[in-house]
């Protein structure tokens, strides 16, 4: 699918990032949107030279920003040869082409750009065709953005009468495809679906989180497994599930695709199959990166996005990553924190995070294994909790 893989394999190119500064949000969130979407593009092989913020009442329909900032945004590209120019949202498929016709150069919103970060980080059979499904599902209302050149087409011997056109015939072949995509991924979630149930009755706890906050450098540690993890976004798609030991009690671990503010909802749908790892665990452990200053709104994405598959009434661990590297600042009321201080790891405790989630709630640096060991104690807990509630005849193990 060669439209929709407008990144992949491509070498530093020079992008240029676009927001919104919509009612009802700050000057200083924006700029952390663009932060991320910074990220993104890096991610997906992508050097940011200019980021452009307007403050709107409402992004434009018909161009998503304004005219006059449209025009700037112009005037830049042609002054400075710039590749791409990403948006910090979705377009609809008029904004695209609008913008595509004012700016004269290559378009993606933020979906788009995520989507082409999971393609490139693919590996098994299984995500790639994930990855292939959310792509198509996007592609197939933007179709008359990939065929501007039939706007030139005259009619003539053999276009008379009833036919079909270019972009009519390219629709029916990407839906036939979803339709097998589709199919191939009920096979495959009926095998996965048999994989877990092969499993037996261990009790299963995944790792959920935002992310890049450490789920699959948590993994590693607990299981002493080598699941592959990276300082990008997206480093994991495919669950990876281990089994892990404390003490004397077994259970099941599985890493789990990271989350992210305004996650393609195809992406969603399609990855269901990974999310039921999610769907059947037993215990989720909610990992932030209490490093990050967004860390509070990360926590509220994730917990809507287990709203949105039905799974946020189950047992939670939080785990506060990255205490070696964090710091904070001023808060108002009782959330004052130290201004420009890090908090030693008591303090932590004592404050309104150490007592979110009825004090199921543990500080920890997976980078320098600092209060690990409380860590592993309280999810050994939890497990047990579990265990003895599934086989109350089996407390001898304890």
């Not at 996007?138 to 706007?151: A, C, F, S, V």
């Not at 077994?250 to 992406?267: S, Y």
């Not at 917990?303 to 964090?326: G, H, M, Q, W």
């Not at 997976?366 to 909790?385: I, P, Q, S």
Request: hydrophobic letters at 40%; glycine letters at 4%.
């Amino acid at each position: 699918m060669a439209e929709g893989h407008v990144l992949v394999d491509a070498v530093e190119e020079k992008c240029m990032l676009v927001g919104v500064i919509p009612q009802g949000v700050t000057e200083r969130s924006a700029e952390e949107y663009l932060d991320e979407l910074e990220f993104l593009a890096l991610t997906a092989g992508a050097t940011t030279v200019k980021r452009f913020l307007q403050k709107v009442t409402a992004p434009n329909s018909k161009t998503f920003v304004g005219s006059g900032k449209l025009s700037e945004i112009r005037d830049y590209i042609n002054a400075n040869d710039v590749d791409l120019v990403i948006f910090d949202d979705e377009l609809s498929p008029s904004q695209m082409r609008n913008i595509e016709r004012a700016l004269e150069t290559k378009i993606l919103d933020r979906n788009n750009l995520i989507l082409d970060i999971f393609a490139s980080r693919a590996r098994t059979a299984n995500a790639k065709t994930q990855v292939e499904l959310a792509q198509l599902q996007y592609l197939l209302p933007r179709l008359t953005n990939l065929w501007t050149h039939l706007d030139r087409q005259k009619g003539g011997i053999g276009m008379r009468g009833p036919g079909e056109t270019e972009i009519e015939t390219d629709r029916r072949i990407i839906q036939a495809k979803i339709a097998l995509l589709k199919e191939k991924l009920k096979k495959i979630d009926k095998q996965k679906s048999v994989q877990r149930g092969n499993r037996g009755q261990l009790v299963r706890v995944a790792l959920v989180g935002y992310t890049n906050v450490g789920k699959s450098t948590i993994m590693n540690m607990v299981s002493k497994s080598d699941v592959f993890a990276e300082n990008k976004l997206f480093a994991t798609l495919d669950t990876t599930v281990r089994k892990v030991v404390i003490g004397n009690l077994p259970f099941l671990m599985a890493d789990t695709v990271g989350f992210i503010r305004k996650l393609p909802h195809q992406l969603v749908d399609s990855f269901k199959s990974t999310l039921d790892e999610v769907r059947e665990s037993d215990l989720l452990i909610h990992v932030l990166d209490i490093s990050h200053p967004n860390f509070e709104e990360h926590y509220d994405v994730v917990c809507d996005t287990l709203a949105e598959i039905d799974r946020s009434d189950k047992p939670t661990i939080v785990v506060f990553n990255k205490i070696d590297s964090y710091e904070f600042e001023e808060r108002e009321e009782d959330q004052i924190l130290l201004e420009g201080e890090n908090l030693t790891l008591d303090e932590l405790k004592k404050s309104w995070m150490g007592k979110l989630n009825d004090t199921k709630c543990v500080f920890i640096s997976a980078h320098t294994k600092e209060n690990v060991e409380e860590f592993k104690e309280l999810l050994y807990e939890e497990v047990k909790t579990i265990f003895q509630v599934r086989y109350p005849y089996h407390n001898f193990l304890y």
